[in-house]
């Protein structure tokens, strides 16, 4: 339940999550104040937060890089020019993103 809850805050985002649980809960219980059935919206970020972290292949950003490029090369049978570059180029322009971002 948490783990679809996650993928789906993750999806569509947190708002739109709490939006349709509250849309699709009962009525005569949301009037008696029993939210049951409606996470308060921390509890659905926090689920999509576990889910994306759960989905990481690594918590180093440049390592999960490193291993997506290696899928990429193994997988890849037909290149033959650009093998061995690709994972420099992506962790380069990957860290030059990420020093912008924390200017």
Do not use: W
Not at 13 to 21: M, S, W, Y
Not at 25 to 38: M, S
């Amino acid at each position: 339940m948490i783990c679809h809850l996650g993928k789906r805050a993750n999806d569509i985002g947190p708002t739109a999550v709490f939006q349709e649980r509250i849309k699709s809960a009962d009525e005569n219980l949301l009037a008696a104040g029993n939210f049951t059935g409606c996470e308060p919206i921390e509890t659905i970020k926090k689920a999509a937060a576990d889910y994306r972290k759960k989905m990481q292949l690594d918590e180093e950003m440049f390592k999960e890089c490193r291993i997506y490029a290696r899928a990429f090369r193994m997988s890849d049978t037909t290149s033959t020019k650009l093998r061995g570059k690709s994972s420099r180029i992506l962790e380069k322009n990957l860290s030059l993103s990420t020093f912008r971002i924390s200017i």
